[in-house]
């Protein structure tokens, strides 16, 4: 079936179980799909935009409504939708950095926070990880002191992943944004693998800006993404437009700058809307996600040779695994070579492992049913044993 031409009808999700890593969070929901077809249309969100004319006043859908929401759900005062947690990052980045100024990130902080520091002239810092693969509050405060030494002055902005890329592994934010705050860098959390996924209170932790994934995280179109701030912050990353034209005169409301005015206008703000009481009820069942990471997880460690790469026992449904010790060695003599764990997988209706990887990979379990997650976990266990590896 085709949507027209050469376009095939997407129908993964549909004949498959996909773990793959960064599309697990973000499968619609059907009340998200409906959303889709019924607001399909460009500008389909603005049959009702009235005075003051902006996306977060406009009562019909309720979207003014869905931002209160969002603020208090995040425990943040403001909240605004933005096309995907890069869009946040650059806001607040265009916000607080100036051209030479240095700013924290993490040795495990995604390409989109670098490229929005490169955006704003800033110079990125790394914190260093741990042996296990964690940020902590220690070498924070370790590399702002650095930076203070080479700089003369604290970053202007200090970026801390709640749950990295990489690992899937959980830091702590809590500890680290109040190192931070003492030398009064201000936090941004990249929410792109929480917020969504699993209960976050911006303000237990204390940060004062927190970015989500529409499309990574909450069951939403892409792009979509949200950026909330503490209403100390809100003032300067929300400003609104103070320009004028200088032959009309003509100056324009109450327009954020940094969001261009208005953002997400159609499918995706409400497609994200939509998903929302399915979302505010999942992050209240992470433990199932849990379980079922750590099932397949264990189902993989049983295979010999095979180690995790994130902190164990699991506490993200995102995780890296280590089969050089067994599925590559498969490989090896294969006659599929590389591509036999893929193609075995894909014979029991499982998909989002990277064609060819046998070596270090990453699969995401979460959504995942109670009978999806044994399954996956027996795949492994039955495809490994077949290929001739120690099972225990
Ligand atoms: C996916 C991801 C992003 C980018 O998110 P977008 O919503 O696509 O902009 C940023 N940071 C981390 C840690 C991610 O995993």
Partial sequence: MKCSGDIDVREVEELSINIDPIQAGGRLTPEAMKACIAYGDGYSVCDYCLKPFRLDYIKKPPIAEFHRDLAEWLHMDEVRVVPGARRGFQAVASTLVEKGDPVMLTALSHYTEFVSVEQSGGIPREIPTDEHNRVTADAAGMRIEEVMREFGRPPSLLFVEHVDYQFGNIHEVKEIARVAHSYDVPVLLNGAYSVGIMEVDGSALGVDFVVGSGHKSMAAPAPSGLLAATSERAESVFRTTKVKGDLTERTFGIKEVE????????????????????????????????????????????????????????????????????FDKVAETHKKRGFFLQSELKKRGITGVIPGSTRVWKYNTYGLTDAQAQHVADAFREIAAENGLNVT
Avoid: N, W
Avoid at 273 to 296: G, N, T
Avoid at 298 to 325: F, K, M, N, W
């Fill in 259 to 326: 969001l261009m005015g208005c953002t997400l206008m159609g499918v995706t703000i409400v497609g994200m809307m939509a998903s929302f009481p399915a979302v505010q009820e999942r992050v209240k069942h992470f433990d199932r996600e849990i379980a079922h990471s750590r099932l397949i997880t264990d189902a993989l460690l049983s295979i010999e040779g095979t180690e995790v790469q994130s902190e164990y026992p699991r506490r993200h449904s995102l995780t890296r695994i280590d089969t050089r010790g067994s």
